[in-house]
Nanobody, 119 residues
Framework: QVQLEESGGGLVQVGGSLRLSCAASGSIFNFNAMGWYRQAPGKQRELVAAITRRGSTNYADSVKGRFTISRDGAKNTMYLQMNSLKPEDTAVYYC?????????????WGPGTQVTVSS
């Protein structure tokens, strides 16, 4: 059973930075892709950034140029560096890992970490 655990959330002022971590219970290269999602109160969960096994990345338009997704295979950990934070970045941030084959996909989620950006 895959386990993911996020850390690094907290309260930060507008313009500040945070780095989120997502530690996996096994090798992150077992996953087809990993990603960061967020959910603000009253809103749907949305993709923030993702990285494939090969290292290709993509970002939501709202975070391009401010957030960077990365990973460390030796530590089985994925990161999200968040700079120039805005109040609208306030949300619970979730880590997701995807596995599967041609005809199926299995997603694993972490419990989430709260990020609050105060103005």
């Amino acid at each position: 059973q895959v386990q993911l655990e996020e850390s690094g959330g907290g309260l930060v002022q507008v313009g500040g930075s945070l780095r989120l971590s997502c530690a996996a219970s096994g090798s992150i290269f077992n996953f087809n892709a990993m990603g960061w999602y967020r959910q603000a109160p009253g809103k749907q969960r949305e993709l923030v950034a993702a990285i494939t096994r090969r290292g290709s990345t993509n970002y939501a338009d709202s975070v391009k140029g401010r957030f960077t997704i990365s990973r460390d295979g030796a530590k089985n950990t994925m990161y999200l560096q968040m700079n120039s934070l805005k109040p609208e970045d306030t949300a619970v941030y979730y880590c997701k890992a995807e596995t599967g084959g041609t005809n199926y996909r299995v997603d694993y989620w972490g419990p989430g970490t709260q990020v609050t950006v105060s103005s």
